[in-house]
T-cell receptor, first 116, second 109 residues
Framework: GAVVSQHPSWVICKSGTSVKIECRSL??????MFWYRQFPKQSLMLMAT?????????EQGVEKDKFLINHASLTLSTLTVTSAHPEDSSFYIC????????????FGPGTRLTVL | GQNIDQPTEMTATEGAIVQINCTYQ??????LFWYQQHAGEAPTFLSY??LDGLEEKGRFSSFLSRSKGYSYLLLKELQMKDSASYLC??????????WGAGTKLIIKP
């Protein structure tokens, strides 16, 4: 099946630093990738939809200058949390559409970000 | 607005059967997914329904009634490893996934 990887699995950083999270589709080409954030005991919140070669589409309330998304190739999308603050601490998950027709999303394992 | 409702938490006994319900109100419908998510992990795919009826896959079955805006996930012969959150998600007319808040299932011995 389709495999999506994320790196790093977890990161701890100081407030004010920037953190880059990579999302890769390992055995298929992902035209569209999605970035989610999940706070403890809450459901997934879609942050943005990323299409290869074009600008990402951000959901309402998500600051595009703070969460920079780059989808430079059909197998790689990156999310950069700029000037991270403690309230950005969360579980960040990427997903990619599979190659089947019914829009199944395959999820990466997630990245746990803790900002001190 | 778009809305997905599912119970916040359910408890069941090992070896028993549990049904997790999901009702939805969305702009259009292009299918409904059920995902399983263990704590601290990403969701994993369980089932997809786009036509009315019951889809069975091993111990797990998923049912859909489009006219009622209703689905359920049925888990049989419960095992301790089935303790997880179960997420219902609907594909709307724009092919966007609308997520429910998830149902935390607790399995007791």
């Amino acid at each position: 099946g389709a495999v999506v990887s994320q790196h790093p699995s977890w990161v701890i950083c100081k407030s004010g630093t920037s953190v880059k999270i990579e999302c890769r589709s390992l055995d298929f080409q992902a035209t569209t990738m999605f970035w989610y954030r999940q706070f403890p005991k809450q459901s997934l919140m879609l942050m943005a939809t990323s299409n290869e070669g074009s600008k990402a589409t951000y959901e309402q309330g998500v600051e595009k200058d703070k969460f920079l998304i780059n989808h430079a190739s059909l197998t790689l999308s990156t999310l950069t949390v700029t000037s991270a603050h403690p309230e950005d601490s969360s579980f960040y998950i990427c997903s990619a559409n599979g190659e089947e027709s019914y829009n199944e999303q395959f999820f990466g394992p997630g990245t746990r970000l803790t900002v001190l | 607005g778009q809305n997905i409702d599912q119970p916040t938490e359910m408890t069941a006994t090992e070896g028993a059967i549990v049904q997790i319900n999901c009702t939805y109100q969305t702009s259009g419908f292009n299918g409904l997914f059920w995902y399983q998510q263990h704590a601290g992990e990403a969701p994993t795919f369980l089932s997809y329904n786009v036509l009315d009826g019951l889809e069975e896959k091993g111990r797990f079955s998923s049912f859909l009634s489009r006219s009622k805006g209703y689905s359920y996930l049925l888990l049989k012969e419960l095992q301790m490893k089935d303790s997880a959150s179960y997420l219902c998600a609907v594909v709307d007319s724009n092919y966007q996934l609308i997520w429910g808040a998830g149902t935390k299932l607790i399995i007791k011995p």
